[in-house]
């Protein structure tokens, strides 16, 4: 096949940043997103109803010069201190679409994450009684626990727990990243999904580690062994609804992801669908990328599939070797590599 046309596809997973950076993060997902879920991990972090809304306006005014636009779907970051009042709030209003849970400490812009989990239960009772879905980071920080082993221990002492508590409550476990995760997602209630990346499809931790190590393929979750990916393979070109795309795009300037303590997070936003459709190119389920890509996601977020299509053709391009990023510049994922699907 040399062609294929989709019905045009959604991120439910995206960092867009926040001032200079964002002329550039949003012209990438303007390309050809319909819409994208934008993660609320600012510094500081975006908390309020109201402060959803000051940052949606910044999104759509870096986006104002551009030939498209894609609909920015606001989330909230929930503290220890979140209410039900901000919950009915954000219910209320119709930008704000999910609450996201970072455990505190347990990715870039995490500190002023959820420190106690108990103590959250009156929230996501509220949540659910509102039904304002929860999307989660899903990895523990405690110290003993082993950086492979986090996923999967969140799992099974936070994520069951929350979801057999919480039946109604619909939950999105977010770039899932183990065999772990799939087997859970899809043994769970209708009300249970993921996202995955294009990054957990394409690689896993040799590809980071064999040979010299690569900081540019180090995010959170940690990319796990080949056993893993193959299994996240599986999921995502299964057709299986439970399963949709979130690239997780998450830009770091260059000299921050190459030095001693390099930050968490790939940056796939200017080539998100051309990465999947190779990925899906490959296990030859071509046929399987719109469910993926387009419909599932807003199935899942009861909101109208996009009406429109877009096209990809098999058509190289070269990716660029750096991209900017305010006043520094980024190392996109497979910078100076050629890609084979193209966006018509
Ligand atoms: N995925 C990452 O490695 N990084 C993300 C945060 C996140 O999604 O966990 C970021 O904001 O940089
Ligand atoms: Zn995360
Ligand atoms: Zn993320």
Same mark, same amino acid.
């Given at each position: ?42 510094? #500081?972090?975006?908390?309020? &109803?109201? !402060?959803?809304? @000051?940052? =949606? +306006?910044?999104? $759509? ?105 919480? #039946?109604?409550?619909?939950? &999105?476990? !977010?770039?899932? @990243?183990? =065999? +772990?995760?799939? $087997? ?117 977020? =009861? ?42």
């Amino acid at each position: 096949m040399n062609e294929i046309t989709i019905t045009r596809p959604d991120d439910w997973h995206v960092h867009l940043r926040d001032g200079a950076a964002l002329e550039q993060t949003c012209a990438d997902m303007a390309r050809y997103f319909g819409r994208a879920i934008v993660m609320p991990n600012l510094t #500081p972090p975006v908390t309020s &109803v109201a !402060e959803a809304a @000051t940052y =949606r +306006d910044r999104i $759509q005014r870096a986006m104002a010069g551009l030939p498209r636009q894609f609909d920015p779907l606001m989330t909230l970051y929930l503290t220890d201190q979140t209410d039900g009042a901000e919950i009915q709030l954000a219910a209320a209003s119709d930008f704000v679409h999910a609450v996201k849970l970072y455990p505190a400490g347990a990715t870039t812009n995490s500190d002023a994450g959820v420190a106690e989990l108990d103590g959250l239960f009156p929230v996501l009772a509220a949540m659910e009684e509102a039904d304002l879905p929860l999307l989660i980071h899903g990895e523990v920080t405690e110290s003993e626990i082993d950086i492979f082993d986090r996923e999967k221990v969140f799992i099974d002492r936070h994520l069951a727990p929350i979801a057999a508590r919480f #039946p109604g409550l619909r939950i &999105v476990l !977010e770039h899932i @990243t183990t =065999r +772990d995760a799939v $087997q859970f997602v899809r043994e769970a209630g209708n009300n249970v999904a993921a996202t995955i990346t294009a990054h957990h499809l394409m690689f896993n931790r040799n590809d980071m580690l064999v040979g010299g190590i690569r900081p540019h393929y180090y995010c959170l979750p940690i990319l796990k062994r080949n056993i893993h990916q193959n299994e996240l393979i599986e999921a995502a070109t299964s057709g299986n609804p439970k399963f949709f795309l979130g690239t997780d795009s998450a830009p770091h300037a260059r000299h921050r992801k190459e030095t001693d303590c390099g930050c968490a997070g790939v940056y796939t936003a200017h080539a998100a669908i051309e990465f999947y459709a190779a990925v899906f190119e490959e296990c030859d389920a071509l046929d399987k990328l719109e469910g993926f890509a387009s419909h599932f996601g807003p199935d899942f977020y =009861r909101l109208p599939r996009n009406s429109d299509t877009i096209t990809l053709r098999k058509q190289a391009w070269p990716v660029p070797a750096d991209i900017p990023l305010g006043e520094d510049i980024l190392k996109p994922l497979s910078a100076g590599e050629s890609l084979n699907w193209q966006v018509a």
